[in-house]
């Protein structure tokens, strides 16, 4: 496989479940990101992981929790979500060490539907 | 807050038309970046421009970036179907020894065969 894959493609859950996004990069990169994707907002940036270590939490709820285990592999556990939790939430890689550098590679996306 | 407005929201077009949306800020970005995303598919960077009046060519895409770097443009020629898709522009801006990265809401465009 090659680019940034997320599992799985669709989900829904409700509000008391407990479920985890995963993605996997196979591009060497040493950066990656959760970004969230409403309709008729921006792309709004979650977290952000270099070698592993996290180096923004942009005031995300800790109904999500991320973790890196290696610098290829990003989940996105959630608990308790709400219904304006319900989005397109997208993986990212890049090459770089700064927070961004060039251009980022996104993976297909989970659509996540909170009931 | 850094804001980038996107005009128009959505675009539906004939096959063949010519098209251009609009990327405005009241703040100088370090660099500007368009993606494009398809339905069902996650952005993919389409180009990157630096420098203030810089214009970029990719086919029929013309990329424009203005001379105080706050604002950019993306004319497309002779629109295709397979133009179809969600234009993302995404601002960058020194912070903190790095950069930091906000997107605009997006232009749908619909190109109609």
């Known amino acids: 496989e090659t680019g940034v894959t997320q599992t799985p493609r669709h989900l829904v859950m409700g509000m008391t479940n407990k479920k985890s996004l995963k993605c996997e990069q196979h591009?060497?990169?040493?950066?990656m990101y959760w970004y969230k994707q409403s309709a008729k907002k921006p792309l709004e940036l979650m977290f952000v992981y270099n070698f592993k270590e996290q180096t923004e939490n942009n005031s995300v709820p800790s109904r999500f929790s991320p973790e890196c285990p290696n610098s290829s592999h990003l989940f996105l556990h959630l608990h308790t979500l709400q219904p304006e939790d319900s989005a397109l939430y997208l993986c990212a890689s890049s090459p770089g060490t700064g927070l961004y550098t060039g251009e980022l590679f996104f993976g297909e996306g989970s659509r996540l539907t909170v009931l | 807050t850094q804001l980038l407005e996107q005009s128009p929201q959505f675009l539906s077009i004939q096959e063949g038309e010519n098209l251009t949306v609009y990327c405005n800020s009241s703040?100088?970005?370090?660099?500007l970046q368009w993606y494009r995303q398809e339905p069902g598919e996650g952005p993919v960077l389409l180009v990157t421009v630096v420098t203030g009046g810089e214009v970029k060519k990719l086919k029929r895409l013309t990329f424009q970036f203005g001379d105080a770097r706050k604002d950019s443009s993306l004319h497309i020629t002779a629109a295709q179907p397979g133009d179809t898709g969600l234009y993302l522009c995404a601002g960058a801006w020194p912070q903190g020894g790095s950069e930091k990265l906000v997107f605009g809401k997006g232009t749908k465009l619909t190109v109609n065969p």
């Open positions: 703040s100088v970005f370090s660099s």
């Open positions: 591009l060497g990169h040493n950066a």
